[in-house]
């Protein structure tokens, strides 16, 4: 089994809403990644959680806070975010963060679309 | 097939023959790729890896092609379907970097 379930599938919010964005994986995967994905474009990485502790944040604005309760979940905590952050949050497991060819292969969930009005 | 601006490339193939995506990559450090399927409001799939060391990898009617000498990846389908219309991403890593996508190819398949 391979699969990483997104909840919710959908989300709309004000710009003083505050939201979550839950990820949850059952595969024994050690790191676990947050991914922003406009339309037409590849997705792009947000952050990288490994053994349960952030291992990248790749500049990614405060108004997005990542949480990694236990290793088979994930949220990203969503605070004051603007119409641009408009887009399809993704969330990813592997086995292994780096390292050997195979234990980084990622697989993503469905998504959650999210709408900033 | 590489974007060009806001275009997302596409390739249109008739049900039946065989499709070739292509991705160029940049960095020479890079030991391995994945090829991933995402349909319309669904996450990217895997499909299919290979390291650094192989030039070439099968699958279920798929095949990753490598040449590292010129940096290009390539993914072929055989008999394409209706249901293999999708974008198509590319992704490398050097194994201690994260993995880094291409822009995407969008394969219609014509009935």
């Known amino acids: 089994d391979t699969e990483v379930t997104q909840t919710p599938k959908h989300l709309v919010m004000g710009m003083t809403n505050k939201k979550s964005l839950k990820c949850e994986q059952h595969?024994?995967?050690?790191?676990m990644y947050w991914y922003k994905q406009k339309a037409k474009k590849p997705p792009e990485l947000m952050f990288v959680y490994s053994y349960e502790k952030l291992s990248i944040n790749e500049s990614v604005p405060s108004r997005f806070s990542p949480e990694c309760p236990n290793s088979s979940l994930l949220n990203l905590h969503l605070h004051a975010l603007q119409p641009e952050d408009s887009a399809l949050y993704l969330c990813?497991?592997?086995?292994?963060?780096?390292?050997?060819?195979?234990?980084?292969?990622?697989?993503f969930g469905p998504g959650t679309r999210l709408l900033v009005l | 097939g590489e974007s060009v601006g806001l275009h997302l490339p596409t390739l249109s193939v008739q049900e039946g023959d065989n499709s070739i995506i292509n991705c160029a990559y940049s960095?020479?450090?890079?030991?391995?790729f994945i090829w991933y399927k995402q349909e319309s409001g669904k996450g990217p799939q895997f499909i299919i890896d290979i390291r650094s060391n192989m030039d070439k990898r099968q699958g279920q009617r798929v095949t990753v092609l490598l040449n590292k000498t010129v940096k290009h990846l390539s993914l072929q389908i055989a008999a394409t379907q209706p249901g293999d219309s999708a974008v198509y991403f590319c992704?490398?890593?050097?194994?201690?970097?994260?993995?880094?996508f291409g822009k995407g190819t969008r394969l219609s398949v014509i009935a």
């Open positions: 960095n020479s450090a890079s030991d391995y």
């Open positions: 990813a497991s592997s086995p292994e963060e780096a390292g050997l060819a195979g234990l980084e292969t990622q697989y």
């Open positions: 992704a490398e890593t050097s194994g201690n970097t994260p993995l880094v």
């Open positions: 595969m024994g995967h050690r790191a």
